[in-house]
């Protein structure tokens, strides 16, 4: 089915407003995750000297950012939730800009690398080829998205009050290399469970062609 402009208008509003009504739960919920894997994974491909310039993707209370910024890197967060924009900016002592995932305003080759841990999969099917093609245009030359993103059949619709879309490796490997990015790698989440209890797909890419920053 195609989304209307106010489709994805409702969509947004209503997946925000559901993390706004529960900022405060969500944030006791999983400020103790521990997702060092994912971030050692962006990190470790990112070409050059550190410190990086690296953009927080949806950083929520701003668990992630804060840790980025520990570790000397010039950390910059950017959420939707207005809540969330603010806990983040006072516990991570970071910039965040708030905007929302379907109408970004970013800077040109600016970043380092993208991390985008468990935000891209509120991006419609629909929408998602022009969101990747924003985040490529916004890293610098050779720079570095990871993902991750609960693995599905490729179905997409509400789930508790937030739009989802639920994408296999192959999907996702299509809609990324379609952007302008390469793969460098993809695991799935928890380590050391059969695949059946590991509903997390994690990725890592490169930007590649040039000719993906055309909007």
Not at 96 to 115: C, E, I, K, M, S
Not at 132 to 137: D, G, Q, S, T
Not at 149 to 171: K, L, S
Request: glycine fraction near 10%.
């Amino acid at each position: 089915m195609k989304l209307n402009s106010k489709d994805i208008k409702t969509i947004a509003g209503r997946t925000l407003e559901h993390y706004e009504q529960r900022a405060e739960d969500f944030w006791q919920g999983t400020r103790d995750h521990d997702v060092s894997q994912n971030m050692a994974a962006l990190l470790q491909h990112i070409e050059g000297e550190a410190p990086f310039t690296i953009l927080d993707f949806g950083c929520g209370p701003g668990r992630d950012l804060k840790a980025f910024a520990e570790r000397g890197h010039v950390a910059i967060g950017l959420e939707g939730a207005a809540r969330f924009a603010e806990m983040a900016r006072a516990w991570s002592g970071c910039e965040v800009w708030q905007q929302d995932f379907l109408r970004l305003d970013l800077p040109a080759g600016r970043f380092d690398g993208v991390f985008a841990n468990a935000s891209l999969f509120h991006v419609p099917g629909q929408e998602l080829p022009r969101v990747l093609r924003e985040l490529h245009a916004a890293l610098k030359p050779h720079g570095v998205l990871f993902s991750s993103n609960p693995r599905g059949n490729d179905q997409e619709g509400w789930n508790g009050g937030r739009y989802g879309a639920y994408h296999d490796i192959e999907t996702w490997r299509n809609h990324l290399t379609t952007a302008g990015f390469i793969e460098l790698a993809h695991y799935y989440r928890p380590a050391g469970l059969p695949r059946e209890q590991q509903p997390w797909l994690a990725s890592v890419w490169r930007k590649t062609a040039a000719t993906a920053d055309k909007r």
